[in-house]
């Protein structure tokens, strides 16, 4: 049975290495490019695309406008994780917030009627590393989970293709949860 293929866009994450690696354990095969480098389609040739964390550009539409593009015309799930979210929230019109620092596991709140959460309680512990928060779900896109600083820690396009999470779900036992209910959706 040949592997799925999962596109994997790295934003300047400073653990590209762990969120490939999950997707791998998942029985996924990964391939990295950068935000400026992601090809214009898909061809068949991946069955999902993620998104990385960022440091700083998550507001820069002008140098993410490929990336946008390519996951705005496809049809593969897309999950944008920490600053990847804010990338497709931003140019979705949703705005971002300064919040108080957060670095380490924290507790969310999350709707387990989504398939995204099909393996885990409706409370998670993620890590997070970020200062910016999605206050509010942009048009199009739906809040699923939340958490005492950010009112968006997940979130669903309408059509159930895109997600998002403030959380780097590379890390802890329920972000890797999370991502194989992802992985589900793909396969």
């Not at 290495?17 to 061809?43: H, I, M, N, W, Y």
């Not at 990336?67 to 999950?79: T, Y």
């Amino acid at each position: 049975m040949a592997h799925s293929r999962v596109l994997v866009v790295n934003n300047g994450t400073l653990s590209l290495q762990q969120l490939r690696k999950r997707f791998e354990e998942l029985g996924s095969d990964t391939e990295a490019v950068d935000a400026a480098s992601v090809p214009a389609r898909v061809d068949g040739r991946y069955q999902a695309i993620v998104l990385s964390g960022t440091k700083v550009r998550a507001w820069d539409r002008d140098y993410y406008k490929p990336l946008v593009d390519l996951v705005m015309g496809s049809d593969v799930p897309v999950f944008g994780i920490c600053g990847g979210m804010q990338i497709l929230a931003v140019s979705a019109g949703g705005r971002l917030a300064e919040g108080p620092q957060r670095v380490g596991g924290y507790e969310a709140q999350v709707d387990t009627s989504e398939a995204l959460f099909t393996y885990v309680k409706p409370t998670v512990t993620v890590f997070h590393r970020h200062t910016l928060y999605l206050r509010q779900a942009p048009d199009g896109f739906r809040s699923i989970g939340r958490s005492e600083h950010a009112p968006v820690e997940f979130m669903r396009s309408d059509d159930g293709r895109i997600f998002g999470s403030q959380a780097h779900l590379e890390f802890r036992s329920d972000g890797l949860e999370i991502l194989r209910g992802f992985a589900q959706l793909y396969r």
